[in-house]
């Protein structure tokens, strides 16, 4: 709908904002925080956390953002190859839909950059 697409601008930075909200707070569920368990720090999942906290924060804030949700991104595809992927084909199987959907949400933010209301707009 053509009325809509003034308030595209807008709508982009809620789902980049939004998006890295909840991966940090995924991600900070791994160091024990919002119900989660701590995991080592010197670990697959520890790398996890990180990448997870400090990339969701600024993907939300809009800083280094085509790099850094690149880097989500491939965490989130490696995440569901490793641990989802083998347990069954589809997503809705084996428990996988929220690791394709933030790749694949991150993907599209890497490709669009921080855009106009962000920390690194005009970079």
């Known amino acids: ?16 904002i939004v998006a890295g909200l909840l991966f940090a707070f995924h ?3 791994k160091f024990g925080f919002f119900g ?6 010197a670990s697959k999942f520890g790398a996890a956390a990180v990448i997870e906290t400090v990339g969701g924060v ?6 280094g953002t085509s ?12 995440a569901y190859f490793t641990a989802h992927q083998p347990r ?3 997503p809705i199987q084996n428990g996988g839909e929220l ?4 790749a694949f949400i991150f993907l599209f933010i890497a490709t669009r950059g921080g855009g ?4 690194d707009r005009g970079k």
Not at 58 to 63: H, M, Q, T
Not at 99 to 102: C, G, I, N, P
């Open 88 to 90: 069954g084909t589809w």
């Open 67 to 78: 790099p850094v949700a690149l880097l989500c991104s491939g965490e989130m595809a490696y």
């Open 58 to 63: 600024l993907v939300a804030i809009g800083l």
């Open 99 to 102: 690791a394709a959907l933030y």
């Open 1 to 16: 709908m053509k009325a809509l697409r003034r308030f595209e601008p807008y709508a982009y930075a809620l789902l980049r």
């Open 116 to 119: 106009s209301l962000s920390a």
């Open 36 to 41: 989660g368990q701590m995991v080592p720090l």
């Open 27 to 29: 991600g900070l569920q």
